[in-house]
């Protein structure tokens, strides 16, 4: 099975910072990750897929990149709707798995 | 406007079985493969399994921690979806989110429309 680890698991950040968040593949998926948004008692949604392609709904500070096994999603300049855990999603071969996830806190 | 709608959750004993429904509409449901997620009380998201749609002969894949337990299936002909559930265990507990697949890429899956969640508690 193929592992994703992201990091870091929480992260503290004040609106207007540049946040990153890095998901790591324990074998290569070529380009074949998602990234979600969820926020409280809500269901995710799909905000990155083929590791760099945004979702339409999606405001542009949002960015994901890499290929292979290192993979980083960035937003340009946090906003408060931004606040919310990320989960990154291998597709590249069975069985699906999903990184722990990376809680983006207010500071 | 694309909607999935799980219903059927509940508290059920260990050892017990239970059906979970999704109904769709806003698409031609024939057309995407349909996926389980499951995300246990304060836990991060768990893909259950998946069913491919009919063009890829409906098969499917599931995790290692519910192949034999559970199976999926669909309905075409009214757009729904279903996750039978078997041989429950506490460790199944959870919110299971019904998620629409979309099937551009051949086998390749991920998840772009996803239903409220219906939680699931498995307890004596």
């Known amino acids: 099975d193929i592992q994703m680890t992201q990091s870091p698991s929480t992260l503290s950040a004040y609106v207007g910072d540049r946040v990153t968040i890095t998901c790591r593949a324990s074998q290569s998926i070529s380009g074949w990750l998602a990234w979600y948004q969820q926020k409280p008692d809500k269901a995710p949604k799909l905000l990155i897929h083929r590791a760099s392609s945004l979702e339409s709904g999606f405001p542009s500070r949002f960015s994901g990149s890499g290929s292979g096994t290192e993979f980083t999603l960035t937003i340009s300049s946090l906003q408060p709707d931004d606040f919310a855990t990320y989960y990154c999603q291998q597709y590249d071969s069975y069985p699906l798995t999903i990184g722990g996830g990376t809680k983006v806190e207010i500071k | 406007e694309v909607q999935l709608v799980e219903w059927g959750g509940g508290m059920v004993q260990p050892g017990r079985s239970l059906r979970l429904s999704c109904t769709t509409s806003g698409f031609n449901f024939g057309d995407y493969a349909m996926s389980w997620v499951r995300q246990a009380p304060g836990k991060g998201l768990e893909w259950v399994g998946l069913?491919?749609?009919?063009?890829?002969?409906?098969?499917?894949e599931y995790a290692a921690s519910v192949r034999g337990r559970f199976s999926i299936s669909r309905d075409d002909s009214q757009s729904i979806a279903y996750l039978q559930m078997n041989s429950l265990r506490s460790e199944d507990t959870a919110v299971y989110y019904c998620?629409?697949?979309?099937?551009?890429?051949?086998?390749?899956?991920?998840?772009?429309?996803w239903g409220q969640g219906t939680l699931v508690t498995v307890s004596s």
């Open positions: 069913i491919r749609y009919r063009a890829l002969g409906g098969t499917t």
């Open positions: 998620t629409r697949a979309p099937t551009g890429n051949g086998y390749k899956y991920f998840f772009d429309y």
